[in-house]
Structure formats: C-alpha cells, structure tokens
C-alpha cells in the first residue's frame, strides 16, 4: 500500500478504489506549493499541454488549447443521477445512479494508464469558514491541476480540515481519449460525487466551479436553507463612503465578469463611486443572525470570456490578466504574447490561431465563413487578487451583505433596461421567468431566446419547482430582505444596435438600485413593477438622446401580454409541482398588464 499525506480513511479508501479502477501509472498529492506549481508547469509543457508565453510581457502565463469538440459545456452530455428521476426534474437530463456509474466505468476503466493521477484537496470558501465545502478531485490532467490551483484554494491545509469531519466532495475526472462520443459529466447528489469523463473545457472539468458549487451545492443549499447561485457579487461604495453590495444572476456569457469590476463612467467618479468585487460567477447566500442575507464567493479566480475584453470594455480586467494567467484557445503572436477578436491594439498581421494553424485576417473557410483567430469562448483563468478592484473582503468568512439582487438576461425586444419586483415573491417570479439569448458559451444554436430562470437553467442539481419553493422560502425566512430587480442591457433598435452603451455606464442603473433600496427616489408603478421615471437615472457626461432612454424604458403591452403565453407554456412543464404562489404572480401580472390595455 502507498503512503498517503492524510489520515483520512475515507480519503484514502476512496483514492485507493478510483487507482484501481483509472489504473494510473503514479499519483502526485498536489500541495499548493508554488515548487510543485512550476514543476507541472515544465512537465505540461515538456507535454505540449500549454505554452509558455513572453515571460518579460506576461509573467507566468501559458497558453492552451483544447480539442477543436471540446470548447464549452456540453448540457446534453450533463446529467444529475438521483434515485428518483422526480428529484432531477424536467429541466435536467437524467440517469439513474447504478446506470451512470457502469457507464461511466467502461470509459474510466484503464484511462490514467501511462498517466499520473493527480490528487487536489480543494476548499470553496475561506478554508476552514462554517460556510466553505471541500472537495477533492482525481484528474490526469495537468491543466486541470494549474487552473484550480487559481480557481480554488488547494492544499495540505485543505486535507487538515478534511480530516476534522472527513466530508468531502467526491470528483473525478479524467481526459480519458477526449472523444466527444465517450464523454460524460455526472452528478450524484445522494452520494456527494461528481464524474467527468471525456473532456479537456473548464465548466466540465475544473469541477470546483459549475459541478459542485452550483449543482452539488444548490442541494446542499436546499437542505441546509441556504442559496448557491450563478451570481456575480460587488461592492458599490458610495459618495458617502459607504459600502452598498448586490448579486446579480445573469445568465452565461450575459456580462457577470463585466459588471462585477466595473470602473466608473467620469461623470459618477466624480460623485465618488467605487466599485469593489468580490466575484463574478458564483454566490453562497446565507441568512446571518441579523435577518439579511450574507453572499461568499467560494472561487478564487476568474475564469472569464476574452474575446471583447479590451481596456474600453474592462480595463479592470485587462490589469487582472496580465500575469500568473492561463489563456485558452486564444490567439498566439509571434512575439509570444496573445490576441483575441475586440482585443487591445491593432489586429495582428499574422499568429496562430486557437486551433493551431497559422492564421491571418480576413481567412475564410471553404464556406466563406470567417475563421477568427480566437474561439468565441475563449477564455482566461486568473486570481482575484490580481485585479485592480478585488475587495478586501474577500477572506471574510461569512460575506458581505446583500442589499440587492438582480435578474438579468440577454433580451433584444422586450424587458426594459431596469425595473424593481413589488415584492419577493414577486421577484421571484421574475426570476423564475428570466429568459436569454444563447451564446457561445454553451454548445448550441446561438441567439435562440430559452427561459433561464435565475441563470441556473444548466446548473441547478435538483427539480427546479423544488428550487422554487426553496426561493420562496428563503424569502420568508429573512426579515431583512434584499429588493429584486431585473435589468436589461441588450434591448436593440431597429438597426439591430444597442440602444444602451453599458459596460461602465451600467454603474448608472446601479446607482438607481441603490437609490430605491434606501428609498431615496420614487418611481413608476407599471403592470410589470416599478420603473424609473427617465430623470431619475443620472446621465451626467453621457450622450444618450432622450428619446433613447424612453424607449429603453417603455413597456409594450401586446409583447408581454405574448411573453405571458410563453411563460405558460414554460410553468406548465412543471406540472403540479410548480408552486402555486407563481400562478398567482402569473395572473396578477396578466390581469395588470389587460386592466392598463
Ligand atoms: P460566464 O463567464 O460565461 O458566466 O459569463 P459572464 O456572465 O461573466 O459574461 P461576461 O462579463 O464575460 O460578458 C460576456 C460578453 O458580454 C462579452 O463579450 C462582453 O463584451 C459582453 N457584455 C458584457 N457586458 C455588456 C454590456 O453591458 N453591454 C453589452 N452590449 N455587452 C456586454
Ligand atoms: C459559464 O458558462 O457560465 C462559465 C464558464 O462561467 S464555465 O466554467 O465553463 O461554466
Ligand atoms: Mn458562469
């Protein structure tokens, strides 16, 4: 028997079993040591796993590229396995336990062989804070061991808090031949494991991130009455000094990273806002003894879209990458630093694209496509820490509270820019019937409208009527409820152009948020909640015609009173299931919204 760094029997038990079955040819404990971090970094690129980029322009960063069918989630090959089918729902794809596992058998059956398994003990939250879950996840691959090395907390101190309670998130994955056709990523929520087989993409694999802080953690949320969410999270310091902070759910590639560090458009610098951000992707939300709700993020990195990420859009961000960063499937130069489509500076002359092939403006495919010299879901993983507007709340073991939550999708008709829920369970609703564009961050048709509610669509681990109730009763547990709102960047005119600059501009729909939290303005009651009336958003040194900003805010009865049809159709999926307070908000908007025709 090998020698093992822990005491845990579980642990030990457990690695020992999933040896045998991936058959690897040595395990490496990873330690969180920065020695042990730059040994895998030669040894991955001695593989040709990762390049190592300019290091005089881009300290510490590498380059990867993933295979050609293996460049975002893939939700048709996702699957919760619970006992009952009745406890995934509708809105999940489903296995039965004893199925997956032997089907996942066969494909972890010998895959680590000639290969190192690697063991990460990983914490989501500050270790050791009553509100963070460990993990421990059994990769063989070696960018899956330097990304969460960023992502997550990782280490021996990690394994000593295992062995306190020895509860641990059981996740194992494995490149195995990364044949789209073999793949699979599974989730057993009775069992506390995560299985992912046959994929090389972040959301599938580094599975600290969607698999167990979103799926796995929604159902432990449930039991434990508490929220895990696909929420950014920021502080939006005030004139005044204050610190206000918000939670905002949009769906994937809707703009979270965007917001969560925005810098100030000057006309609102000048009033001194601040922005401070605490993550972009992932909240855990409890009720704390004061009766609000208090959000953690339990990532330690970004793992952030590239392509449109320049010093215009997110300049933040821009600061955040320029070191210890990890680029996938982006373009490489010749100078060995690295290039994406709305990137800074001039389009390069020539580089490799993220497939490896030499690449030059203007190609086309045999279809006269374009080929762009970076994947649309290109993507870069760096630490918090690196940017310039990282919160230093970001250790504190039990949050920041929130004092509001958004909604948000990408809607080109339709949703206006901002309006706020009469009440939670209202914003509930709202949420419950948020609806986006798709994008490329998920394999799909992109630009189809699909109902996301809460952006949790791919990522909630249990029946979504079920998640529901959970929200509504949240909502009557706290006394101090955050206010709901809904926001809308993406609404276009006729001319398919948005009618609305945001990125920093945002700031400005904030500052309106947080203005209705501390009742400081008044506003519109229409059939859908309350509006801004269009001089109470402040638009000093913005060039926004008033007529835009109306149409931004205006409210086409005939249009929702479709939407309302959708939504029916949606609701009724969840059969008798769906909680009955969410009919009710249904026919009180319908009944509004014919009332005001
Ligand atoms: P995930 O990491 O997939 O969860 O995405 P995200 O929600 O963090 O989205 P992100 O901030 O990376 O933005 C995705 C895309 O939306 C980028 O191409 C942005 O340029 C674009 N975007 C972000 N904010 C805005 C905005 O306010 N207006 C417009 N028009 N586009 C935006
Ligand atoms: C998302 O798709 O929402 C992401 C990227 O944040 S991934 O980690 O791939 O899920
Ligand atoms: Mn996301």
């Given at each position: 028997?090998k020698?093992?760094?822990?005491?845990s029997?579980?642990?030990?038990?457990w690695?020992?079993?999933?040896?045998?079955?991936?058959?690897?040819?040595?395990?490496?404990?990873?330690?969180?040591?920065?020695?042990?971090?730059?040994?895998?970094?030669?040894?991955?690129?001695?593989?040709?796993?990762?390049?190592?980029?300019?290091?005089?322009?881009?300290?510490?960063?590498?380059?990867?590229?993933?295979?050609?069918?293996?460049?975002?989630r893939?939700?048709?090959l996702?699957?919760?396995?619970?006992?009952?089918k009745?406890?995934?729902?509708?809105?999940?794809n489903?296995?039965?336990?004893?199925?997956a596992?032997?089907?996942?058998?066969?494909?972890?059956?010998?895959?680590?062989?000639?290969?190192?398994?690697?063991?990460?003990?990983?914490?989501?939250?500050?270790?050791?804070?009553?509100?963070?879950?460990?993990?421990?996840?059994?990769?063989?691959?070696?960018?899956?061991?330097?990304?969460?090395?960023?992502?997550?907390?990782?280490?021996?101190?990690?394994?000593?808090e295992?062995?306190?309670?020895?509860?641990?998130?059981?996740?194992?994955?494995?490149?195995a031949?990364?044949?789209?056709?073999?793949?699979?990523?599974?989730?057993?929520?009775?069992?506390?494991?995560?299985?992912?087989?046959?994929?090389?993409?972040?959301?599938?694999?580094?599975?600290?991130?969607?698999?167990?802080?979103?799926?796995?953690?929604?159902?432990?949320g449930?039991?434990?009455?508490?929220?895990?969410?696909?929420?950014?999270?920021?502080?939006i310091?005030?004139?005044?000094?204050?610190?206000?902070?918000?939670?905002?759910?949009?769906?994937?590639?809707?703009?979270?990273?965007?917001?969560?560090?925005?810098v100030?458009?000057?006309?609102?610098?000048?009033?001194?806002?601040?922005?401070?951000?605490v993550?972009d992707?992932?909240?855990?939300?409890?009720?704390?003894s004061?009766?609000?709700?208090?959000a953690?993020?339990?990532?330690?990195?970004?793992?952030?879209?590239?392509?449109?990420?320049?010093?215009?859009?997110?300049?933040?961000?821009?600061?955040?990458?320029?070191?210890?960063?990890?680029?996938?499937n982006?373009?490489l130069?010749?100078?060995?630093?690295?290039?994406?489509?709305?990137?800074?500076?001039?389009?390069?002359?020539?580089g490799?694209?993220?497939?490896?092939?030499?690449?030059?403006?203007?190609?086309?495919?045999?279809?006269?496509?374009?080929?762009?010299?970076?994947?649309?879901?290109a993507?870069?993983t760096a630490?918090?820490?690196?940017?310039?507007?990282?919160?230093?709340?970001?250790?504190?073991?039990?949050?920041?509270?929130?004092?509001?939550?958004?909604?948000?999708?990408?809607?080109?008709?339709l949703?206006?820019?901002?309006?706020?829920?009469f009440?939670?369970?209202?914003?509930?609703?709202?949420g419950?019937?948020?609806?986006?564009?798709?994008?490329?961050?998920?394999?799909?048709?992109?630009?189809?409208?699909?109902?996301?509610?809460?952006a949790?669509f791919?990522?909630?681990?249990?029946?979504?009527?079920?998640?529901?109730?959970?929200?509504?009763?949240?909502?009557?547990?706290?006394?101090?409820?955050?206010?709901?709102?809904?926001?809308?960047?993406?609404?276009?005119?006729?001319?398919?152009?948005?009618?609305?600059?945001?990125?920093?501009e945002?700031l400005?729909?904030?500052?309106?948020?947080?203005?209705?939290?501390?009742?400081k303005?008044?506003?519109?009651?229409?059939?859908?909640?309350?509006?801004?009336?269009?001089?109470?958003?402040?638009?000093?040194?913005?060039?926004?015609?008033?007529?835009?900003?109306?149409?931004?805010?205006?409210?086409?009865?005939?249009?929702?009173l479709?939407?309302?049809?959708?939504?029916?159709?949606?609701?009724?999926?969840?059969?008798?299931?769906?909680?009955?307070?969410?009919?009710?908000?249904?026919?009180?908007?319908?009944?509004?919204?014919?009332?005001?025709?």
């Amino acid at each position: 028997m090998k020698k093992f760094p822990t005491h845990s029997k579980k642990l030990k038990d457990w690695v020992n079993k999933m040896v045998r079955l991936c058959q690897p040819d040595q395990i490496v404990w990873i330690d969180g040591s920065l020695q042990q971090k730059s040994q895998i970094e030669k040894e991955a690129e001695l593989a040709g796993e990762i390049i190592r980029l300019n290091q005089e322009k881009l300290p510490g960063c590498f380059l990867h590229r993933t295979a050609k069918d293996d460049v975002a989630r893939t939700e048709h090959l996702t699957f919760i396995c619970t006992k009952k089918k009745r406890d995934a729902g509708w809105t999940n794809n489903w296995m039965s336990p004893p199925v997956a596992y032997k089907k996942a058998k066969a494909i972890f059956k010998g895959a680590m062989r000639g290969r190192t398994m690697y063991v990460i003990p990983f914490s989501m939250g500050p270790i050791g804070s009553p509100f963070s879950k460990i993990g421990v996840e059994l990769t063989d691959s070696r960018y899956v061991v330097l990304n969460m090395l960023i992502m997550t907390r990782v280490g021996t101190a990690v394994l000593r808090e295992l062995e306190k309670t020895e509860e641990f998130t059981k996740c194992l994955h494995s490149k195995a031949q990364l044949d789209i056709n073999k793949r699979l990523i599974l989730h057993f929520p009775e069992d506390n494991t995560i299985w992912s087989v046959g994929s090389g993409y972040g959301g599938n694999v580094l599975l600290g991130k969607k698999c167990l802080s979103l799926r796995i953690a929604s159902w432990m949320g449930r039991r434990e009455h508490w929220l895990a969410e696909h929420m950014l999270i920021m502080g939006i310091e005030e004139p005044n000094g204050h610190i206000e902070y918000i939670a905002a759910a949009f769906p994937s590639a809707c703009g979270k990273t965007n917001l969560a560090m925005l810098v100030p458009p000057q006309g609102l610098k000048e009033k001194g806002y601040r922005i401070w951000t605490v993550g972009d992707d992932i909240a855990w939300m409890r009720i704390d003894s004061d009766g609000s709700l208090w959000a953690i993020n339990p990532e330690t990195g970004f793992f952030g879209v590239a392509v449109g990420t320049n010093s215009s859009t997110n300049p933040n961000m821009v600061e955040t990458i320029k070191k210890n960063t990890i680029y996938t499937n982006v373009l490489l130069k010749p100078d060995g630093t690295v290039w994406w489509e709305g990137a800074n500076g001039e389009v390069p002359q020539e580089g490799i694209d993220w497939q490896g092939k030499p690449w030059r403006p203007g190609m086309q495919d045999t279809n006269g496509k374009p080929i762009y010299g970076a994947h649309p879901n290109a993507r870069f993983t760096a630490p918090i820490i690196n940017c310039p507007s990282a919160s230093f709340r970001l250790e504190q073991h039990h949050g920041v509270p929130i004092s509001a939550i958004i909604f948000g999708g990408r809607r080109a008709h339709l949703t206006p820019l901002v309006y706020e829920a009469f009440s939670w369970q209202h914003g509930v609703f709202i949420g419950a019937t948020m609806a986006s564009e798709l994008t490329a961050a998920q394999v799909g048709k992109i630009g189809q409208v699909r109902r996301d509610p809460m952006a949790m669509f791919p990522f909630c681990g249990y029946n979504m009527a079920d998640y529901f109730r959970h929200w509504l009763d949240m909502g009557k547990r706290m006394t101090k409820p955050p206010k709901i709102f809904q926001v809308n960047w993406f609404r276009i005119d006729e001319s398919g152009k948005f009618l609305w600059p945001g990125f920093g501009e945002n700031l400005r729909v904030l500052e309106w948020i947080l203005n209705r939290v501390n009742n400081k303005v008044r506003a519109w009651e229409t059939p859908i909640g309350y509006l801004p009336y269009p001089e109470d958003i402040d638009l000093t040194g913005l060039a926004l015609p008033h007529a835009t900003l109306e149409k931004l805010l205006s409210i086409d009865k005939k249009e929702w009173l479709e939407e309302l049809k959708d939504i029916k159709r949606f609701f009724r999926k969840f059969k008798q299931d769906l909680p009955k307070e969410l009919w009710q908000e249904y026919e009180d908007l319908k009944r509004r919204l014919e009332a005001d025709a």
